[in-house]
């Protein structure tokens, strides 16, 4: 009985499988052989070794795209999801017109990332766009800047609308609160207890595995977003917005350096798989503490 119950479960995700490992597992395992590779798509491929890897390291660009990777992973980790945790809080107490901004919040997780990207790209251009326009009119002329063009501003203006899809993370967090029990606090109101104490006595430690989900959710979004950094500045000014999806588009369209973006692939998901670990460790050593 138990091998037929066995055979009938795998029958049924045979074709999950199968498109799991056509579509994810092989190209994945594939990057590992082609990275070792000099290929540009039509010529027969050259072993070239480490020689993608080295070459990688040596380059300004791609060393600037890993760290503004890991700006975006830095920002989606202790801004956007704190944010999403507090706008979840307020929302959770039900004030007047909760569900509207719940509605609100969540709506940019529908649209189109492209036309939100070209959105902002106006908002922000200093011909045409509203801010630098606004911002002149009331007298602020000395910071009306040309946000796209301007290394020290670009990447902060890639990164502004990033917070459009802070819903998403809330509706995490609000899925995780309604599961906490109501007699937790209702307790601690007896006790005395105000509501940041229950906030942090209670709320914080049972959420810990929304924030872990949380948490690695924005970093795959960070590692797989190419539309606001490509529309807004195609990656400049002198890669000051270019990051690791991006490189690798270009490698791999203008370049025609399949190899050498195929490396590139490899050392993301190495970088991707480093945080999940240490994400992983530190859920590990907050579950010893609070059980």
């Not at 002329?141 to 502004?160: F, K």
Request: charged content about 10%.
């Amino acid at each position: 009985m138990n091998r037929i119950r066995a055979s009938t479960a795998l029958l049924y995700l045979a074709p999950a499988l199968l498109l799991v490992g056509a579509f994810y597992l092989y190209p994945m395992a594939y990057t590992i052989p082609a990275s070792l590779f000099r290929w540009d798509g039509i010529t027969a491929m050259r072993w070239t070794g480490l020689h993608n890897f080295t070459t990688l390291f040596g380059r300004a660009d791609f060393r600037a795209a890993l760290a503004n990777s890991a700006i975006w992973i830095g920002v989606g980790t202790l801004v956007h999801t704190p944010l999403g945790l507090a706008i979840a809080l307020v929302l959770q107490r039900k004030p007047p017109g909760w569900s509207f901004f719940r509605t609100v919040y969540f709506l940019p997780n529908i649209l189109s990332v492209a036309s939100l990207a070209l959105l902002w790209y106006f908002f922000l251009n200093p011909t045409i766009g509203p801010v630098d326009g606004v911002l002149r009119a009331i007298g602020l002329s000395s910071i009306a800047l040309a946000w796209l063009s301007r290394t020290g501003s670009a990447l902060v203006a890639t990164l502004l609308p990033f917070a459009l899809y802070i819903g998403f993370t809330m509706l995490i967090f609000l899925a995780q609160l309604t599961a906490i029990p109501r007699e937790y606090y209702e307790a601690a109101q007896i006790d005395g207890a105000s509501n940041a104490r229950q906030d942090i006595s209670i709320t914080l430690p049972l959420v810990r595995r929304a924030v872990v989900v949380n948490v690695l959710f924005n970093a795959s979004f960070c590692l797989k977003m190419i539309e606001y950094p490509l529309i807004m500045t195609s990656g400049g000014p002198a890669n000051a917005t270019t990051i690791l999806p991006l490189f690798m588009y270009y490698q791999m369209t203008r370049a025609r350096e399949y190899g050498l973006t195929m490396a590139a692939g490899l050392v993301t998901i190495v970088f991707g798989s480093a945080f999940m670990a240490i994400v992983f460790l530190l859920q590990k050593t907050a579950n010893r503490r609070w059980g």
